[in-house]
């Protein structure tokens, strides 16, 4: 009994920096793999001679694989426990994404990609279900801002660093570029043993299907399908939209705002998590700014465009983690991992399907902008849900940030 307790035990506020530091690693790996593709793409495509669907496939692939693989990482959770998922998961991003550098010719480098987003999927529902083994409750929303910002710095670092900075140190090979990415993240898989909680596989199996019947499944996965729907759907027509209103010149530093504007929107979150997640009003007004500010893009000019899509970015990304440090605030802690797969299910199938079906429409009328009256309109329809959310723990509250929760309005 005292040796399970001690396993069980949340870290003492003195030991609570070396487990953010894994938190935080962790998180960086939840985007670094997906996003160094598009600035090695053109490197890959001249050398694969890849055409320009299977170029963008190298980055949609892995986003599409984040909502494929949230069912087996759930599966992992029930039988294996989160920390013993997380590490398994790592190790077949790795796999995959150093697979991608070693890739003779096309299909073994979509396969080594599909292998990467799975083993990125299996991550994502496994950081939720270890903050309440690892985290006292009053830690549990600051555990979600760290690793979110570690995932949010892996996507500014992922695109940023790339090319400037490794690329030339590896003598310009897109090859060892990838698997110099790939390769740490073994060290933080081994890392995760360290702390001497959780080790032990759970008890009992537990249920790891999506609990359709939970409202704040289906709830949740909607609006985070409107949160990314937007980002994924804005970084990827953005040089189109640029080139149509005739400042294709400034894509360079509208990406570079866009995108950094999540790092602070992260930043931000740090600061007011504890303060800010739980509460649905600032869930309803992120959500209703974001689709302000992706309107702005169409229909404004100039750098107030490219403003109005910074503004959608920063609000979206404070967006993110107010959905995703839900569910182990509102259920018990071997509910959330499939509550956390069953809104990633949700959430990146529509941001992968909602950006695509925008393209498919902006094709056949001529003009990019119908593709972001898509998911304005998707955002628009899914907004109400938002005012719906029933925020109250589904069992009697034990600290003072339950009990905030279950008076929110």
Known sequence: MAEHQAATTPPPPARLLPVAVLLWLSGVYLRIPVLVAPPLAP???????LSKALTGALTTLPILMLAIGAMPGSLAIS???????????????VIGSASRGLAPETLTLMIASAVMGLGVAMMQPALPALLPRWLQPHHLALGTAIYMNGMLMGEFIGAGVTLPVLMPLLDKSWRATLIAWSLPALLVATALFLPRRDLARPVRKAAWLPDWSNPLTLKLGLLLGLSGSMFFGLNAYMGNLLEQQGQFDKLSEALFWFNIAQVFASLTMLKFARAWVGRR?????????SILGTAGTIALDGWWSIA???LMSFVAGILLILLVALPPLLVRPEETGRLSAGTFLVGYTL??????LGGLLADWTGDVRHAVLVMIGYSVVVLPLAFTLDLRRKEKSEDGVRRRLSSDP
């Open 43 to 49: 490197f890959i495509g001249e050398e694969l001679a």
């Open 308 to 310: 109005s899509a910074t």
């Open 79 to 93: 039988r294996i426990g989160p920390r013993n998922t997380l590490a398994l998961a790592m190790v077949i991003m």
């Open 281 to 289: 009003t600032l869930i309803v007004t992120m959500a209703t700014l």
């Open 351 to 356: 941001a992968f399907s909602v950006p695509m």
